[in-house]
């Protein structure tokens, strides 16, 4: 799959939108920026960078299975440049990129006069990763082009460059600019530091994001697995994707399969972290040919621990090889080069039969074959979850380490203190977050700018005319007009300040009076309409309904008046503010259904586990035990 530089100049037309990378595709392109270098020696340079590169993937890589795309570079001619380009699909494996730019980083350093530029479906993913301490001229509306790996080190490309306008730079322009002054680029060791903070656990990494596992598989497909081990990558994906054609493989039962549950062996097999979280995490039903074999495992299976073992085995090998077999279906067809790769060894393994399959002392020599690591790693702890997120590392007893392994750690103690950060920040007022920096909106009304002085003139409420106009909404007799009242009706909402302020003492306790008759009969009303239903009895959380409605059936006929006094009086009745007060954070907590919310949030803050929900009436037996 080919796509072009994600690049759009300042003169662009409306309808030539910059072209967007696919989602999980990472971009990179490096060049040669060497005024002394010829054309011809040009291409030799490069060249020679690329080979550097495919040595540096066998050696510090060569272990590592990629998602889908591997890291690979080609060159490239495009607006009067020669560089090299490459993309990769990283699928759901976000370490992937990470590593190409640990592998770009490491190029830079051993080509002074190489530059590089990496984005992704996201943009300027470095400056994402650094966006707390960028400067404050940059914004996203502006970065384009102006993030640059030099070596070993992050550079940024200063406003001089679009001759100090806020715009986004072109290809072309960026590359001018660092021509030309590669002294004035932006280095920051804050802004480095924090863009790169997660290439520190490279090249550890590479090594602790490799699983292994024991696996009960057909010997065609250990054969396979230890000829090309990276095609494990299509067959998880082939298995956690499950296309419903390349189902069909698997619901054959005469045995025309090519990998059936036959002269089984046990094996360890490779895996990432990511691709055997796919593997493991997946429900699924065996295969019709699958059944007997593993129902025979599971009889045995409650004789002893080993056999157990063996089971669970056995249920990865169906697992992987049904993967196998729904990626045998079209993957002659497929983009992936892992998985031609796979045909082809599929094809000369047809072809030779079984003279080529390793025996079962072959297996044992081969390196890794009985290696299982231990799969604690995916099991989570929600109590050192929160644990790490209040900072208490290891506050319970018997624990013997935090939530996940120490580079997850550490990054959640980042968001964490990011956002601790963020909310403590003095400086933040109630404007929000600072936006003097961002481009403003381009679609704003004219009339503002017709407004003129207008807009800086005091504004207040007429408390006596707002008055006037609930008394009309709800319907009660409204009083006589003032002066106040504007004939026009422009200022029926608004009053001048200075005639506000001339109201005496007497005149603010008129208005109180009234507004608390107001809202007494606003919250009748209200009540009338069910609006406020507030429970007064815990045994009867209907009560209120019950009664207004016997009122308006029996003795509302005979005696309005009276109707109305009981809805009166049973607004003075004392309401168990306790009890609301928890019916509603458990209705809130409800109307979360199990994600994140406000009611979870301030319930976790005060410590509060609450359990999952039921259905409606066993919440309410709950809540009224509860309050009581």
Not at 15 to 27: D, F
Not at 301 to 307: Q, T
């Amino acid at each position: 799959m080919d796509f072009r530089v994600n690049d759009q100049s300042p003169g662009d037309g409306i309808g030539e939108l910059p072209k967007r990378l696919p989602e999980n595709y990472v971009e990179y392109l490096l060049f040669i920026l060497d005024d002394k270098l010829e054309a011809r020696s040009l291409l030799s340079e490069l060249e020679a960078i690329r080979k550097t590169a495919l040595q540096l993937c066998d050696t510090v890589v060569q272990e590592y299975i990629w998602q889908r795309d591997s890291f690979h570079l080609r060159i490239e001619r495009d607006q009067n440049l020669t560089y090299l380009r490459g993309t990769t699909d990283y699928g759901d494996s976000v370490e992937d990129e990470w590593l190409i730019v640990y592998l770009l980083r490491e190029l830079t350093r051993s080509f002074p006069t190489l530059w590089v530029r990496v984005f992704d479906s996201d943009g300027e993913f470095l400056l994402v990763e650094a966006a707390n301490v960028l400067p404050k001229w940059l914004s996203p509306e502006i970065d384009t082009n102006r993030a640059w790996i030099h070596r070993g080190r992050f550079h940024l490309i200063p406003l001089a460059a679009s001759s100090g306008v806020k715009r986004p730079l072109s290809l072309v322009e960026a590359i001018r600019y660092a021509k030309s002054d590669a002294d004035g680029l932006v280095h920051s060791n804050l802004v480095q530091a924090e863009a790169f903070y997660r290439l520190e656990k490279y090249p550890r990494q590479i090594t602790d994001s490799i699983h292994r596992s024991l696996v009960t598989i057909p010997r065609r497909l250990a054969y396979i697995l230890h000829e090309n081990p990276s095609t494990i990558a299509p067959a998880v994906e082939a298995f956690y994707l499950r296309d419903p054609d390349a189902m069909k493989a698997l619901a054959s039962v005469s045995g025309n399969m090519h990998f059936p549950p036959n002269d089984l062996v046990t094996v360890g097999v490779k895996f990432t972290k990511v691709l055997f979280a796919q593997l493991k995490s997946q429900q699924f039903s065996p295969p019709p040919i699958w059944s007997p074999v593993l129902e025979a495992a599971e009889k045995r299976a409650s004789d002893e621990d080993y056999v157990e073992r063996a089971l669970a085995h056995l249920e990865m090998g169906m697992k992987v090889a049904s993967g196998f077999e729904m990626l045998a279906t079209n993957a002659d067809k497929k983009d992936n080069r892992l998985a031609r790769e796979f045909a082809m060894l599929l094809e000369d393994l047809d072809e030779d039969g079984a003279e080529i399959l390793p025996t079962n002392q072959d297996i044992e020599a081969w390196e890794g074959a009985r290696k299982e690591d231990d799969e604690s790693w995916l099991d989570i702890n929600f109590e050192d979850f929160e644990n790490e997120l209040r900072g208490n590392r290891g506050s319970r007893q018997g624990t013997k380490g935090g939530f996940g392994d120490s580079s997850t750690q550490a990054d959640l103690r980042k968001i964490v203190s990011r956002f601790e950060a963020f909310l403590n920040d003095e400086d933040a007022g109630i404007e929000g977050a600072e936006m003097e920096d961002m481009d403003e909106d381009d679609d704003v009304s004219d009339n503002n700018e017709d407004s003129g002085d207008d807009d800086d003139k005091e504004v207040s409420l007429d408390e006596e005319q707002f008055s006037r106009l609930m008394r009309g909404i709800i319907g009660t007799p409204a009083t006589e007009p003032t002066n106040l009242e504007d004939k026009s009706g422009d200022s029926y909402y608004v009053a001048a300040p200075d005639t506000l302020r001339g109201k005496g003492v007497a005149g603010d306790e008129d208005e109180d009076e009234d507004i608390k008759q107001l809202a007494a009969q606003m919250e009748a009303e209200l009540k009338r309409h069910g609006a406020l239903k507030l429970y007064t009895e815990l045994g009867d959380p209907k009560a209120i309904d019950s009664r207004e409605g016997t009122v308006s059936k029996g003795e509302g006929k005979d005696n309005p008046g009276q109707g109305t006094n009981n809805r009166e009086e049973s607004g003075d009745e004392e309401v168990d503010v306790d009890y609301n007060l928890a019916k509603n954070l458990l209705e809130s907590f409800k109307s979360q259904a199990g994600m994140a919310g406000p009611a979870g949030n301030i319930l976790g803050m005060m410590g509060l586990q609450l359990p999952r929900d039921e259905d409606e009436d066993e919440e309410d037996n709950y809540l009224h035990t509860s309050v009581q």
